[in-house]
């Protein structure tokens, strides 16, 4: 009955996102501080009946609104083409690039016509869009830019004929199942061969820039134009141990190395080129890991470095604004590694001035002038706020809240649940793990509580951090127990040494981690050693196993969904960033396989995955439990027909958390 009770007050109000903070758009914070002209052009855009394909990306209907004849016009209906995605106009406000299928399109304003860039039949060969693997793991859909003047048009090209299919079946709503298939590059298997091109609107030539002459086997995550004529292209090599910022012209195809960034002991973070500001003059603002700290440097015209703006000893996760008339650099940084803070620093002076003062995470987003900033705050126990700051040099003067989610804040507040204690916990080096603990504040004063630990335990990943996440964790509150979240050795915002600290071996240090959590925890008068669990999803599914699968663990029961059981059937982009290849370290992959393990497996596991899951295969799973027959070890398992990782079709979410629950429920009571 107490169960059911939960299920219908504060899990239902969770799924249901009773308690999730309104957040102000970028488009919106933009209006607000001036950044957007809505006359600027005569055209704009806007999209409906969205069609999901996969975590990113979407189909869609996209429609061009003529503002001055008040019409509005499908795009890619002369062609007839229907749903299009990642529809994107030119600076100048008279082209829109889209792509439908495996093809670029041009739709030209002046005129309603539309062309095609690219005219590949074979549907293995992509231009412009992201393919499977570049959209789940450099998180992008279009690979495609506008020049600023919006005469070129630079895109990725991608080849997949030598990509390995996965296919899958689907079994709901018909006779016979239907199979889906996708190009899926597993560890160490061949990926698709890039190139990058250059269209040219005028002629409608296109160009392949001299950017993977030496190795095909390479990656273009991100594209960015310096100028008219010259392109940025990031290269990331397959190992992802090197990072490459090419010049190429446009027009003679040359390249150039204007920056690069590689090591032979750790992985190479491609996402930080994202955060490079431009400046008018020629110079950029680069984040780097050079000196084991994401810093933020001062780079040259010319790709010369020129001085360190931020310090070490302190992550900076986020580069927002260049003043260049007071020679002000705006910044986010985590001053703990559970906060965030906004910053400003001289470039001349190199002192950092805290901007923001409440502890928790802070993000911003400042005027193009850099006169004003949209601070957004939430913490624990304060949802999504935003306030409006003037700014002058490394002042904020405050000009009044925008949003402030009161009401939200309230309904939270009227069901008395705890908030989380920020701890540090020693592992058996002595080294500090990060962790928060929920308690219930209905236990009786000298009861102990059982404890479940709940992680993600990945790569650069993060779960313990001041904000505002009311989530799955209190229904495990109101049903009575303690909630530890940990993030193990290889997690975020504490170095470069400590974030590859799991590198070329996955799970190991991990597990001994986790184990030294809950032995830490267990001394404690409050918690019941005795009754401990450990909950995880993907990553924290595998952690989950694998630590249950050491010697003396304390955990007498786990809950694994949607794991990876052997990293050889994972993607190769991701898990070779941590990895490598597998023909170059099958040793870190034989230790890293839960599928040798499994006749060391003890306590009671649930295993929870989607048949249709197009990021961990179900087939994981399944091989996984083959292990657990052979060793004749005996668990239980939730499967999902036709779900994907996120388990979120019909009911099922609802489904999954009270079977959760009652396995809890059984195990632990």
Not at 11 to 32: F, H, P, R, V, W
Not at 232 to 245: G, H, I, P, S, Y
Not at 503 to 516: F, N, R, T, V
Request: overall charge negative.
């Amino acid at each position: 009955m107490r169960l059911l009770l939960i299920i219908c007050t504060v899990l239902t109000g969770i799924l249901n996102g009773d308690y999730n903070a309104q957040k102000l758009s970028i488009a919106e914070q933009d209006s607000i501080l001036g950044n957007t002209d809505p006359t600027a052009f005569r055209y704009r855009l806007e999209c409906e009946n969205e069609e999901r394909i996969f975590r990113h990306s979407r189909l869609a209907d996209w429609y061009v609104i003529d503002t001055m004849r008040h019409t509005r016009k499908q795009l890619g209906a002369g062609m007839s083409l229907g749903k299009v995605r990642d529809a994107v106009m030119s600076p100048n406000g008279r082209y829109v690039a889209f792509a439908k299928g495996n093809n670029l399109y041009i739709h030209k304003l002046d005129f309603g016509t539309e062309v095609a860039v690219t005219k590949e039949e074979n549907t293995d060969i992509i231009s412009g869009i992201a393919d499977w693997l570049y959209e789940e793991e450099f998180a992008t859909t279009a690979l495609f830019a506008w020049s600023p003047d919006s005469k070129q048009l630079a895109f990725v090209r991608l080849d997949e004929r030598e990509v390995p299919s996965f296919t899958y079946e689907k079994y709901l709503n018909a006779q016979y199942p239907s199979i889906d298939s996708l190009r899926y590059p597993k560890a160490g298997c061949s990926n698709a061969k890039a190139s990058v091109c250059v269209y040219d609107v005028a002629t409608k030539g296109i160009l392949t820039m001299q950017v993977n002459k030496e190795n095909a086997d390479v990656y273009f995550p991100r594209l960015r134009w310096k100028d008219d004529n010259t392109l940025f292209v990031l290269r990331v090599n397959r190992d992802q141990t090197k990072a490459e910022v090419l010049s190429c012209n446009a027009r003679s195809t040359v390249a150039s190395p204007w920056y690069r960034s590689e090591s032979k002991l750790y992985f190479v973070d491609y996402s930080l080129f994202d955060e490079w500001l431009w400046m008018n003059d020629g110079r950029v603002v680069v984040l780097s890991e050079q000196n084991g700290w994401r810093q933020a440097f001062l780079y040259a015209h010319d790709g010369s470095k020129m001085q360190a703006l931020t310090p070490e000893g302190i992550d900076v996760t986020a580069l927002y604004a260049v003043d260049e008339k007071t020679q002000m650099l705006y910044y986010q940084a985590a001053p703990t590694p559970a906060t965030r803070q906004v910053y400003a620093v001289n470039f001349k002076k190199s002192e950092s001035t805290q901007l923001t003062t409440e502890e928790g995470m802070h993000s911003a987003r400042f005027s193009k002038d850099g006169k004003k900033m949209i601070d957004c705050f939430q913490s624990f126990t304060t949802p999504n706020t935003y306030t409006l700051y003037g700014i002058k040099g490394a002042k904020a003067t405050y000009l009044g809240v925008i949003l402030d989610n009161t009401e939200t804040q309230q309904l939270w507040k009227s069901h008395s649940l705890p908030e989380p204690e920020l701890i540090t916990i020693p592992n058996k080096n002595g080294q500090q793990l990060e962790a928060m603990l929920l308690k219930s504040q209905q236990m009786a004063a000298n009861s102990q509580q059982p404890l479940i630990i709940m992680h993600y335990s990945g790569p650069a990943s993060q779960r313990v951090l001041n904000r505002w996440r009311k989530k799955f964790e209190y229904a495990l509150v109101e049903a009575g127990y303690a909630v530890l979240i940990v993030d193990p050795r290889g997690s975020d915002c504490k170095g470069r040494a400590w974030r590859n600290e799991t590198y070329m071996s996955l799970g190991q240090k991990e597990a001994e981690d986790l184990i030294a959590a809950a032995n830490y925890m267990a001394r404690r008068e409050d918690i019941d050693g005795s009754r401990m669990a450990l909950l995880g999803w993907s990553y924290g599914g595998y952690e989950t196993l694998f630590t249950m699968s050491q010697k003396n663990h304390p955990f007498k029961a786990g809950v694994a969904i949607a794991p990876v059981t052997d990293w050889r059937l994972y993607d190769s982009a991701y898990t070779e960033r941590y990895m490598r290849r597998p023909q170059v370290n099958d040793r870190g992959y034989e230790e890293a396989s839960l599928l040798n393990r499994a006749a060391d497996l003890t306590g009671e596991v649930l295993i929870i995955h989607g048949t249709g899951d197009d990021n961990v295969h179900v087939q994981h799973t399944l091989q996984y439990i083959d292990a657990l027959v052979r060793a004749d070890k005996q668990f239980e398992m939730q499967l999902y027909p036709d779900d994907n990782h996120h388990l979120r079709n019909g009911n099922n979410a609802q489904h999954m958390h009270e079977r959760i629950l009652r396995f809890l429920e059984k195990e632990l009571h």
